[in-house]
């Protein structure tokens, strides 16, 4: 079955840099998207950025030219690189996988995707 295990994240201040990862293992099918969400106390989980099948990367408006997703397929990796934080951008951040392509009408929507991590922690102070 599918696993999504993250690390990294932590805290740091306004305007300094954070990285998450995301091992992924068991998707049946060579295509498949992955991306990160997150959710701040109190809001609904949003879309940071995805990875579609096809290898094309989206972001979600308020982290375009900060945040970075990038993908290891050998290792089986998604990487999520943030910079110039804020402390907007606080939030328990979720790696989110699918078992086929996304499309990109759905590659930000959390209704595309099936498979969840436990989340890990990020603090902009």
């Known amino acids: 079955h599918v696993q999504l295990v993250e690390s990294g994240g932590g805290s740091v201040q306004a305007g300094g840099s954070l990285s998450v990862s995301c091992i992924y293992s068991?998707?049946?099918?060579?295509?498949?998207?992955v991306g990160w969400f997150r959710q701040a106390p109190g809001k609904e989980r949003e879309a940071v950025a995805a990875?579609?099948?096809?290898?094309?990367?989206n972001y979600t408006d308020s982290v375009k030219g900060r945040f970075t997703i990038s993908q290891d397929n050998e290792k089986k990796t998604l990487y999520l690189q943030m910079n110039s934080l804020k402390p907007e951008d606080t939030a328990m951040y979720y790696c989110?996988?699918?078992?086929?392509?996304?499309?990109?009408?759905?590659?930000?929507?959390?209704?595309?995707?099936?498979?969840w991590g436990q989340g890990t922690q990020v603090t902009v102070s």
């Open positions: 990875v579609d099948s096809d290898g094309s990367t």
């Open positions: 989110a996988g699918a078992s086929r392509a996304c499309g990109s009408r759905y590659v930000l929507s959390e209704s595309a995707y099936k498979y």
């Open positions: 068991g998707f049946p099918y060579s295509q498949h998207c």
